[in-house]
């Protein structure tokens, strides 16, 4: 599975953004996905993450819960993330991933595909 993640760009604090991540191959409802994001100097932190299949089960971290939706079109193969009320502190790099199971989990390490990566930032 190969990822290609798009979608970022400047916005003002308070504004929207979404992030679209593209996977290529036949077996994309196979994974869970999710979103993680990461500035320089800290560890990729868990932002999002959806089921496989038919994506019933979305999980947030604390810091977006409210303001960011993942979800995922398995027709396109592709896994969204619909950021609002965006802050400063969500400026980072935004990576996508997939994981062959059921649940998506919140550590990186766990993962078996990476998108490359989109730049978010938000300024005050």
């Known amino acids: 599975v190969q990822l290609q993640a798009s979608g970022g760009g400047l916005v003002q604090a308070g504004g929207s953004l979404r992030l679209s991540c593209a996977a290529s191959g036949r077996t994309f409802s196979s994974y869970a996905m999710a979103w993680f994001r990461q500035v320089p100097g800290k560890e990729r932190e868990f932002v999002a993450g959806i089921s496989w299949s038919g994506g019933r089960s979305t999980y947030y971290a604390d810091s977006v819960k409210g303001r960011f939706t993942i979800s995922r079109d398995n027709a396109k193969n592709t896994v969204y993330l619909q950021m609002n009320s965006l802050k400063p502190e969500d400026t980072a790099v935004y990576y996508c991933?997939?994981?062959?199971?059921?649940?998506?989990?919140?550590?990186?390490?766990?993962?078996?595909?990476w998108g490359q990566g989109t730049l978010v930032t938000v300024s005050s």
């Open positions: 991933a997939a994981e062959s199971g059921p649940i998506p989990i919140r550590k990186p390490g766990g993962y078996d595909y």
